[in-house]
């Protein structure tokens, strides 16, 4: 099987793929692919199953769709969108999915709302990534970008500011080193709805700095209200070819699988300017790594035998392996990935 990083630009034709797998499988696919299989022995299986969520975690879960329906059984029907973090809780909250995609963990007010909804969980770490910040490769004065300086460029404070030289004073005020050039600042990156939006306040430092300039506790978590926001990392890179100095960021794998297309801004967390790789990815000495997530619904396990089966084999190296891979993530360690696998072992038991 040939390498699928570049389909990540047109990564809403993989879960197409996945569903037409399983809506055109012979009558007998259960048969032959499924004893196949070495994680569930399930050679007739079928049903349906949903997941939504991150559109950062969409390729991985797409990609284990289609290896699931190819590898295991071509009569389970997958469906896969990412609608963004935020959006999938809510939707996993109210019992509409089985299994929830997520770039940052659960937060407290979701984790309520499953519980008032009565259903429990199951969370699963499965890949690193790294928040790229990424500008035209027009742009050639832009290299690396401080915490101060992301704050002037994207915080709570930076509405109104059209240009890059624009936030240099409120760059140095916060720490930042500013010298940003005379160009228009043209913003587009996730919105709200996005969980690359929550953990790029949190690992840049937005909110502590939009607290210690005074922003009131309830705007702090926030980014500017004035740029262009979507939940399509696809338009997001596309926005970064439409003009010589626009900004803005995605998942590793959507600004790598780019190539020349854009240009990737390395990241000064305190300890130098660091470029996203699978290196410094894994390791966390880029400032902007984070833990990609799925969460199962545990009543659903029983209920449905196609979501045992799918996480089972999501898990293997088969699985989350080749599809980290192959989308251009980052694989966990070996101890990680083998605590998951632990932890649904036990959960799923």
Do not use: H
């Amino acid at each position: 099987m040939g390498k699928r990083r570049n389909g990540l630009l047109v990564v809403t034709m993989v879960a197409v793929m996945a569903l037409v797998a399983a809506a055109c499988g012979d009558d007998d696919g259960g048969g032959e692919t499924g004893s196949t299989t070495g994680a569930t022995g399930a050679a007739a299986l079928s049903g349906t199953l949903v997941i939504s969520g991150s559109s950062t975690v969409l390729p991985i879960s797409s990609l284990v769709a289609e290896l699931f329906n190819e590898d295991v059984s071509s009569d389970v029907s997958i469906t896969v969108d990412g609608p963004g973090t935020g959006d999938g809780f809510v939707l996993f909250c109210d019992g509409e999915t089985d299994i929830s995609d997520a770039s940052r963990p659960i937060e407290p007010e979701e984790a309520a709302a499953c519980k008032k909804s009565g259903i429990e969980y199951v969370e699963l770490a499965v890949a690193f990534d790294g928040i790229t910040v990424m500008t035209n490769p027009a742009n050639a004065d832009v290299t690396c970008l401080n915490d101060g300086d992301l704050y002037a460029l994207f915080g709570p404070e930076s509405d109104g500011i059209d240009t890059w030289d624009g936030a240099d004073s409120l760059a140095k005020k916060v720490g930042g080193n500013g010298g940003f050039p005379s160009a228009p600042l043209e913003i587009t990156a996730p919105g709200e709805e996005s969980g690359t939006y929550d953990a790029f306040i949190e690992l840049a430092g937005i909110e502590d700095i939009a607290l210690e300039q005074g922003v009131p506790e309830d705007d702090a978590a926030a980014l500017r209200t004035d740029y262009t926001a979507s939940p399509d990392d696809n338009v997001i890179i596309t926005a970064m070819e439409g003009s010589d100095s626009p900004l803005g960021f995605v998942g590793f794998a959507y600004a790598e699988g780019a190539a020349d297309q854009v240009k990737i801004i390395e990241v000064d967390g305190g300890d130098g300017c660091v470029a996203p790789t699978r290196d410094t990815i894994a390791d966390a000495s880029y400032p902007l790594s984070r833990t990609l997530y799925i969460y199962v619904n545990k009543a659903k396990i029983t209920e449905n035998p196609a979501v045992k089966a799918f996480v089972d084999y999501y898990l293997t190296d088969t699985g989350v392996i080749t599809a980290v891979d192959e989308t251009g993530y980052v694989e966990l360690p070996s101890d990680q990935i083998e605590a998951s696998r632990s932890t649904w072992e036990s959960e799923s038991a």
